[in-house]
């Protein structure tokens, strides 16, 4: 089984940008599509964008197309979130999750395994 680690979080500006990371601790990434969501306080968790195992092909929540890009890199065991053109509402922590075949989802229930989370905060 594949252990998950985000990290890249912090205080960021409006209209900054921040790039989240998704490691492994141990095992490769390579076989598993990866989804990556949020959750604001007082908020259910969300979809945000989500990447395929051997396609890479990747899919993206309404609110964030456009200024949101997930990529991959099997060497590093590493999926990546690149955060742009950052809003207040925003705000979440976000989390990365697995699920074994290529194709990614954006149901939450389609994940087996999670991250701990990474906290963004968008300052104005």
């Known amino acids: 089984q594949v252990q998950l680690v985000e990290s890249g979080g912090g205080l960021v500006q409006v209209g900054g940008s921040l790039k989240l990371s998704c490691t492994t601790s141990?095992?490769?990434?390579?076989?598993?599509?990866v989804g990556w969501f949020r959750q604001a306080p007082g908020k259910e968790r969300e979809f945000v964008a989500g990447?395929?195992?051997?396609?890479?092909?990747?899919g993206y929540a309404d609110s964030v197309s456009g200024r949101y890009i997930t990529s991959r890199n099997n060497t590093e065991n590493t999926v990546y979130l690149q955060m742009n053109s950052l809003k207040p509402e925003d705000t979440a922590v976000y989390y990365c999750?697995?699920?074994?075949?290529?194709?990614?989802?954006?149901?939450?229930?389609?994940?087996?395994?999670w991250g701990q989370g990474t906290q963004v905060t968008v300052s104005s």
């Open positions: 990447i395929s195992a051997s396609t890479g092909m990747t």
């Open positions: 141990r095992g490769a990434l390579s076989p598993y599509a």
């Open positions: 999750a697995d699920r074994y075949g290529s194709p990614w989802s954006g149901l939450d229930s389609a994940y087996n395994s």
